[in-house]
């Protein structure tokens, strides 16, 4: 069974540019998380979408978004792009309903300069 | 303000030996915990889980231990082994509310001596 995967890997944009990350869920989850890992702010959640319908929100600027498509592929923007967010950038995933178990993926590094 | 905390940035052990990882929550409403493993620029990978309605759960060489009284839990590895060295976290969630959101601690890097 494939895990979550995303892409791109690794990418370098510059400043005020915007960027898409993309995710693939494990086959029949639903559930599809959005994590920005920074040395100084650890691990924190971004979003989180279900059937295609964001369920919560991270406390992050309105210029992060996402949306998941009806395959539970999930894609995060960010417009104009700050050099504070270059992070790495984690997906995840988890099957029906609170409680199960939350896989993530191999992340996408970000660079902004 | 931290929710999930953990107090050591990092721990060595002798191969071997047990290493004890900890971790405080100030949520009494999160029911659900996991830990997770990581290396540097890759993702998380999990290693075991517990619910509130239990105090322990055992994996293999993993074991996971809740006090919620005291709000603690902590992650035992025996025996430690080099291969074990990484990043652990320890992470949060609602089991009853509709939501995947999970809130992370901060990290104890363990190191595993040969």
């Known amino acids: 069974k494939a895990g979550v995967t995303q892409t791109p890997r690794y990418l370098i944009k510059t400043r005020g540019q915007q960027v898409t990350l993309s995710c693939s869920p494990i086959?029949?989850?639903?559930?599809v998380s959005w994590y920005q890992q920074t040395p100084g702010q650890g691990l924190q959640f971004l979003f989180e979408?279900?059937?295609?319908?964001?369920?919560n929100k991270g406390n992050f600027p309105g210029r992060f978004s996402g949306r998941q498509f009806s395959n539970s592929r999930s894609e995060m923007n960010v417009s104009t792009l700050e050099l504070g967010d270059s992070a790495l950038y984690l997906c995840?995933?988890?099957?029906?309903?609170?409680?199960?178990?939350?896989?993530f993926g191999e992340g996408s590094w970000l660079t902004v300069v | 303000d931290q929710q999930v905390k953990q107090n050591s940035p990092s721990l060595s052990v002798q191969e071997g030996r047990i290493s004890i990882l900890n971790c405080d929550y100030t949520n009494s409403m999160f029911d659900y915990f996991l830990w997770y493993k990581k290396y540097p620029a890759e993702g998380p990978t999990f290693l075991i889980s517990i619910s509130s309605i239990k105090d322990k759960n055992e994996d293999g060489r993993f074991t996971v231990f809740l006090n919620k009284s005291a709000k603690h839990l902590s992650l035992h590895i025996v025996p430690s082994q080099p291969g074990d060295s990484a990043v652990y976290f320890c992470a949060a969630s609602l089991w009853g509310g509709a939501t995947n959101k999970l809130i992370f601690g901060t990290g104890t890097l363990l190191a595993v001596q040969p």
């Open positions: 995840a995933s988890s099957g029906q309903g609170s409680g199960n178990t939350i896989y």
């Open positions: 086959s029949g989850h639903r559930s």
């Open positions: 979408y279900f059937s295609e319908t964001q369920r």
